[in-house]
């Protein structure tokens, strides 16, 4: 139960977050309550939101890798626009987003994983 609380509270917070921003707040909500996970219970409320965050970016490789292959089609399609360098640079341009996409789910994760530690050691 104090963990659905938790998750509850964090994601409103998630929520909030903009309006809070636009007040012109110096310090992100993302971060402040970073800073006030105390409890187990909020500490794997942040995991989980990390976790999604991880399924976000993970979700961003695959769709440029899907663009990175419809710039550079294989076989006997054909596009009828731009050189084939033209077309190489804008498949590069996704095989690299879909790299640093593919990053950022690793470190969300990493993330993610550090909480889970620390809600089993928060008091």
């Known amino acids: 139960m104090k963990t659905r609380i938790a998750a509850v509270f964090l994601v409103g917070a998630f929520a909030l977050a903009p309006g809070f921003a636009a007040a012109g707040e110096s310090e992100s ?4 309550v970073v ?6 219970a909020e500490h794997a409320a942040l ?5 999604a965050e991880a ?13 990175a292959r419809s710039y ?5 399609s054909k596009i009828s626009w731009g050189t084939i360098k033209q077309r190489q640079k804008m498949a590069d341009h996704c ?3 879909s790299q640093a ?3 950022m789910a690793k470190e969300y994760e ?3 994983q550090l909480h889970d530690e620390a809600s089993k050691q928060a008091n």
């Open 47 to 51: 995991a989980s939101h990390y976790r």
């Open 72 to 76: 550079m089609p294989s076989g006997q």
């Open 110 to 112: 990493a993330l993610a």
């Open 35 to 40: 800073e006030m996970a105390k409890t187990p």
């Open 95 to 97: 095989k690299r987003l």
């Open 29 to 32: 909500l993302e971060q402040l």
């Open 101 to 103: 996409s593919e990053s």
């Open 55 to 67: 399924a976000k970016a993970q979700a961003g490789v695959r769709e440029h890798e899907a663009m």
